[in-house]
């Protein structure tokens, strides 16, 4: 019976999580779903200058909020420096690597002569076969592995083919600095051999390392796992996606009012495809994720693809599913908004007409503001617009048609209408100050369904500080 498969995800805590590699991270778990297997989660922190509990803790808050459940505990790889040094030793002992004496002073003068003489800037063996002599006792020294000189490695990738590397052009790699501390190299490499690791699915600016760990791999009599390459992803002008695109780190999209499942879906796109479908469900992605579909050439970020796609996901989730949403974003913001009960009841009463109009929360949240507390509205600038003179005399005209009327939607609409074909003008140059005064703002969900909602009392009150 094969081995059911095994993935992981594996940030470097130096900073937020980023979209390239929630991207990543969602690939290996779509796969561990699609096909049984294991999605492991490992923090690489053995960077210990740039690494913070910050960025940890910013890591497993973007991949929970993306919904990206690993499976056991979450693994540290500074944690198991010991039985990486394990790993170095032995291959020490088996003529595998070797200890390198040479200074930092003797590396810069190497690598200054071969920049000079044109040649490619890598360390050339001076230890590889030199034993130490009593002028070595007590000084320090690096482990590097006894890398293949001659001949190729090729990494056969399951996103872009087998990928050619000539042995020469690698060097001796570092295993153990001189301190005794494992590089990222050597770390990597253990971990996924003891973790039982048989996908690497990662970004495409790892694919030298993997010839790198190819060699190490061989040297340790390691399983080979299954590579994948992913492309990068650029911004929206084709460069390499930065800074100055915008937001990056998942927490940020959160931030801006974007679902989870808008992300799933649209970082699954971004990259691979099935077919021509552009919105594709997490049950659906799971089943169909396979590796063949996964494009060979860099993404580009569409932010209006981004938008109109989680218009499409608001719409579709359930009315007290969003409002809960929408109640949790609040209660994130500094300081926290915590709506009563009477405005978390309008809210999802609102929901299905406020829901039409959004493409994110906050676009929501700005719908829905006027529903949120009780009193006079204050108005913004296109409801001052409105509530002229002009518009405050209609406002004040109206108002005993409306207060005589049945407090419901389409009672109030006739009353409105009524009394706009009884003074000549179009219901919506009624309609408009009165929708100014209700809700503060030019635009609004269907007005008169809105009037309903608040109820005549708050309704009147609302609309008694605009009329003259």
């Excluded at 910013?58 to 929970?64: P, V």
């Excluded at 032995?90 to 003797?106: Q, V």
């Excluded at 218009?311 to 974003?329: K, N």
């Excluded at 409105?416 to 929708?435: D, I, S």
Aim: hydrophobic share 40%.
């Amino acid at each position: 019976m094969s081995q059911k498969p095994v993935l992981r995800f594996a940030p470097s805590p130096t900073g937020m999580l980023h979209i390239g590699g929630a991207r990543t991270a969602l690939f290996n778990w779509l796969y561990a779903r699609h096909s049984g297997g294991t999605f492991l989660l490992r923090i690489e922190d053995t960077d210990r200058e740039r690494s913070t509990p910050e960025a940890v803790q910013a890591i497993l808050n973007g991949m929970t909020w993306m919904g990206l459940n690993w499976d056991g505990e979450v693994t540290y790889q500074f944690a198991r420096a010991t039985r990486h040094r394990e790993v170095a030793e032995k291959l020490l002992a088996e003529g595998k690597a070797y200890r390198c004496y040479a200074t930092a002073e003797e590396l810069t003068q190497m690598r200054e002569e071969q920049k000079a003489a044109g040649k490619p800037m890598r360390y050339d063996g001076r230890w590889r076969d030199r034993l130490a002599g009593p002028a070595e006792a007590g000084k320090p020294s690096v482990v590097r592995l006894k890398a293949r000189q001659t001949g190729e490695t090729i990494v056969h990738d399951v996103v872009l083919g087998d990928v050619r590397f000539e042995n020469a052009q690698l060097d001796d790699m570092v295993l153990l600095r001189s301190d005794g501390t494992p590089t990222y190299m050597l770390a990597v490499v253990v971990d996924d051999a003891d973790m039982g690791v048989t996908h690497v699915i990662r970004g495409a600016d790892h694919l030298n390392n993997a010839a790198r760990q190819l060699q190490l791999i061989e040297a340790m009599g390691a399983a080979v796992p299954v590579y994948g390459h992913l492309p990068l992803i650029n911004g929206p002008d084709g460069a390499k996606l930065s800074k100055r695109h915008g937001a990056l780190a998942v927490e940020a999209y959160q931030g801006m009012g974007y679902l989870p499942e808008t992300m799933r879906n649209y970082l699954l796109r971004l990259g691979w495809s099935h077919g021509d479908d552009e919105i594709i469900s997490t049950a659906q992605a799971i089943e169909w994720f396979n590796f063949e579909s996964i494009g060979k050439s860099a993404a580009r970020m569409d932010y209006k693809k981004l938008d109109n796609l989680n218009g499409h996901y608001i719409r579709e989730t359930a009315d007290a599913t969003l409002a809960a949403e929408v109640i949790a974003f609040l209660a994130r913001e500094t300081p926290p908004r915590i709506l009563s009960m009477t405005a978390r009841e309008r809210l999802q009463s609102a929901m299905p007409s406020l829901k039409e109009r959004a493409k994110t929360l906050i676009e929501l949240i700005q719908g829905a503001e006027f529903l949120f507390t009780d009193g006079p509205r204050t108005l913004d600038a296109a409801a001052e617009k409105l509530l002229t003179l002009e518009g405050r005399a209609s406002l004040a005209a109206v108002m005993p048609a409306l207060e005589a009327t049945d407090w419901t939607g389409p009672a109030l609409e006739a009353a409105a209408r009524a009394f706009a074909e009884g003074t000549g003008v179009k219901l919506g140059q009624v309609a408009q100050p009165l929708r100014a005064a209700l809700t503060g703002k030019a635009s609004s969900p269907p007005l008169f369904e809105m009037l309903a909602l608040l109820g005549r009392e708050e309704s009147l009150i609302r609309l008694r500080a605009y009329a003259s």
